[in-house]
């Protein structure tokens, strides 16, 4: 199959079925047995299968398949292809990255006849990245795609809380790759996380409201709405926290949210922070993580008569910041070595690190959060990197069966 082949039959499709309809090609190209995707959850400890080749059924139960030690897990861990033999040897399974820029989508998964050659695993490989654009492009047209996220049922909190996130949790560029991972509490937090990339900078935020539920929600609502909007029309760092503040001196019934904003040049690397009232930044630089004892200002909606300072953070290429919210330092969260474990984990990307430190806090909390717990993982490549290596179908085409069985 040809890339604009499978995107003019998606393009074709109603948005619901537009994934199945590309599953239908694959299938008969290579004459698979089945072809399926599977999504990942809200969580990215789980994925959910939506119908295989020529059928999506929106009414059937959620199918939750914990990542936790199996093939799917590698996979979207290594972002490498893994080919297996089945059973017998009659059946051979090949389980592909669904990625765009670093944002683990979900899985391709196929079942063939016999080993796929160098071909068929391009194919493959070409396929999988574009059902990342597919699902990028329909997304918004379908709760198809929301549904199959949902492992659980969301509050009316945890709604807001999920709209308020930036559409992808990673992005990979040039100059940088950063991701964000938020396990919400029992009862929502408040807490949110948000990125943009633009000409000359990006820019981040890590955000936690007072309170919990429906109204740490609207306040986070408050805070966001905020400081995209100073962003959008092109406010510098001090101007976004000085609307953010005002949005919720007006209006957020004297609540207020702390949070963390970070801006970097990607021409010339300078870079600029603004904290309000939030917990100190940790830097992993050659081996060793540091606290960055900014200066910290007082909460957005805390009166106070001053203006937010605007800060320079020392980054340098090859070091990784981590922003993260109270939920990670609270309770039990503090029997967590943190910044060992920040340590043991740079050499993942900031994905899996992001997800491996999340997976840790709750589990010190016996799967249980008082507050929301959110981690945003950044690595600065530097502004000499001019480009980012995102040759997936040359990697699927490097893949070989291994012989074994599936469990």
Known sequence: MELAEVLAAAEAAAPVESLDVVAHMLRQSLDATRVSFLITDFTGTAVV???AAGDVRTDEPVRRTSLRGTLYDEVIRTQQPVTEVEGDGSTVRVVAPVTNRGDAIGLLE???PSAPDEAAMREIGETAHALAYIVIANRSYTDVYQWGRRTKPLSLAAEIQHRLL??????????FTVAG?????????GDTFDYVVDRDTMQLSVTDAMGHDVDAALLATLAIGALRGARRA?????EQARQAHQSLREHGKHG????QLLRISLLDGNTEFVNAGHPWPLRLRDGRVERLGVEVDMPFGFPFSRGYRVQRLDLRPGDRLVMLTDGMLERRARNVDLEGLIVRTRDLHPREAARTVIARVIAANDGHLRDDA???CLDWHGVTASRRNADTGAQLADASPSPTSAD
Do not use: N
């Open 49 to 51: 299968r939506l119908g």
């Open 110 to 112: 196929c079942f063939l």
């Open 166 to 175: 930036p559409s992808s949790l990673a992005c990979e560029a040039a100059q």
């Open 181 to 189: 991972s938020l396990e919400p509490a029992d009862h929502v937090g």
């Open 234 to 238: 092109g406010a510098d760092l001090a």
């Open 256 to 259: 207020y949210v702390t949070g």
């Open 374 to 376: 959110t981690i945003m």
